[in-house]
């Protein structure tokens, strides 16, 4: 029987860290190789340098472990990326397309691919946005993301490449930290919370955004992976929903532990990027082709979150 060889790029990013740990409990350690463009610490298994950019590496690799499925989580995300608009655009588009010829090249059995609620805009359905809609990005970010939706799903038709994806919400976790989005207020308040009991948050109070806590998304992402092929009927990117909160609701939610936490806001240039996405997102096509469903709420997750982030304060 063939045994699975699971590559993770961008394991070192607030998902990868998470999920290449997950990922081994399930498949051993040895069978699962992170990988990213900077050095990991301490490695806890395989761990090989590549940029996504450099296909001979990639092609290295996945000969060495005799790969057969890639987790593709290099990419810049939606705050970071406006900063720099055709870097990013060739990270997250030119680290795809060799991703997706080097699958069809060497027939790799899966591919996961990250979509995002940035490919919604402003024209889209703010509220309960369906599964099909209007996608109208305005950031470099979320136009890679629908781009890349459309070249998975090509892909798939043309050359039978199994990838598949969600379109991430906000994620929320006490292991690892975000780096470069526009939900990336609702990790940092807690660690401001605990640290400080006072947050200024660089979305405005009324901002409602979709999010979802680091042990759902981790588990939606697996579940996809092994579901059967027949189920994943989407192959662009299905919506993912858990909950939805504004910054004040958070706040109010973290008072309940820490009374004396402050929030104040200094909205910058992300509250146009939050403006532009929905506030809330309809999951049902998830649901039901591959029985998706949340664990965590808002307010099941602000006290886990408090609770981890408060026993790595204490050791
Ligand atoms: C971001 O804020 O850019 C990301 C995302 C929603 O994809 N967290």
Do not use: C
Not at 116 to 128: C, E, H, M, R, Y
Not at 242 to 266: C, L
């Amino acid at each position: 029987m063939k045994t699975d060889k699971i590559l993770i790029i961008g394991a070192n990013g607030q998902i990868g860290s998470v999920l290449t740990e997950t990922l081994r409990e399930h498949y051993g350690t040895d069978s699962v190789i992170a990988s990213d463009i900077r050095e990991k610490e301490e490695p806890t298994g395989p761990f090989e340098l590549i940029n996504v950019l450099d296909k001979d590496r990639l092609n290295e690799v996945v000969d060495q472990y005799g790969i057969t499925q890639i987790y593709h989580l290099a990419a810049i995300l939606s705050a970071k990326g406006e900063l720099n608009p055709l870097g990013t655009w060739d990270i997250n588009m030119n680290g795809l397309f060799n991703i997706l010829e080097l699958a069809r090249e060497k027939s790799i059995d899966k591919v996961f691919y990250p979509s995002s609620i940035a490919v919604f805009g402003p024209t889209t359905p703010p509220n309960q946005t369906p599964q099909d809609t209007v996608l109208t990005p305005t950031t470099v970010y979320g136009m890679s993301k629908v781009a890349g939706e459309y070249w998975t799903n090509y892909y798939y038709l043309k050359y039978g490449v199994d990838v598949r994806s969600v379109r991430y919400p906000g994620i929320i976790g006490y292991q690892s930290m975000p780096g470069g989005g526009t939900t990336d207020y609702a990790v940092d308040i807690f660690h401001e919370a605990l640290d400080n009991s006072a947050y200024t948050s660089f979305l405005d109070k009324d901002t409602a955004l979709p999010m979802i806590y680091m042990e759902d998304a981790i588990r939606a992402t697996i579940e996809l992976m092994h579901a059967d092929e027949a189920r994943v009927k989407v192959r662009t990117s299905y919506n993912l929903a858990a909950m939805s909160f504004t910054p004040e609701q958070i706040a109010q939610e973290i008072q309940k532990h820490i009374p004396d936490f402050k929030m104040s806001y200094a909205p910058d240039y992300r509250q146009a990027i939050a403006d532009s996405w929905p506030n809330s997102i309809d999951d049902q096509v998830a649901r039901q082709d591959w029985g998706w469903k949340e664990q965590f709420g808002l307010g099941e997750m602000v006290q886990d979150m408090l609770k981890n982030l408060s026993k790595k304060l204490v050791v």
